[in-house]
Nanobody
Framework: VQLRESGPGLVKPSQTLSLTCTVS??????????WSWNRQSPGTGLEWMGQ???????YYNPSLRSRTSISGYTSKNQFTLQLTSVTPESTAVYYC???????????WGQGTQIPVSS
């Protein structure tokens, strides 16, 4: 399973960050994996932002729920992240991940650095 993040190189404060994860080697609609977005800000640990299931049901980190939306696009085998009202504290490396229910399969994208700056 391979995952690749894509998105803008820079986002300004108050804008919406939109990222896409393109998946190969597995289908996001078959139920084998949970598809999640995660981020790591400078000097902090890894933060789980949310995920979708094979049916497209989203689950969000409660601390980000009001600003986060994760969607799946089965025809393109992609899933996306939208984070609204970003601030400089949203600066992070953003990763997409595929994890099987038994934790045996665990695959990560290479990450994409997103600076938030005016």
């Amino acid at each position: 399973v391979q995952l690749r993040e894509s998105g803008p190189g820079l986002v300004k404060p108050s804008q919406t960050l939109s990222l896409t994860c393109t998946v190969s080697g597995a289908s996001i609609s078959t139920g084998d994996y949970y598809w999640s977005w995660n981020r790591q800000s400078p000097g902090t640990g890894l933060e789980w932002m949310g995920q979708i299931t094979d049916s497209g049901t989203p689950y969000y980190n409660p601390s980000l729920r009001s600003r986060t939306s994760i969607s799946g696009y089965t025809s393109k085998n992609q899933f996306t992240l939208q984070l609204t009202s970003v601030t400089p504290e949203s600066t992070a490396v953003y990763y997409c991940r595929a994890r099987s229910g038994d934790f045996i399969g665990d695959y990560w994208g290479q990450g994409t650095q997103i600076p938030v700056s005016s």
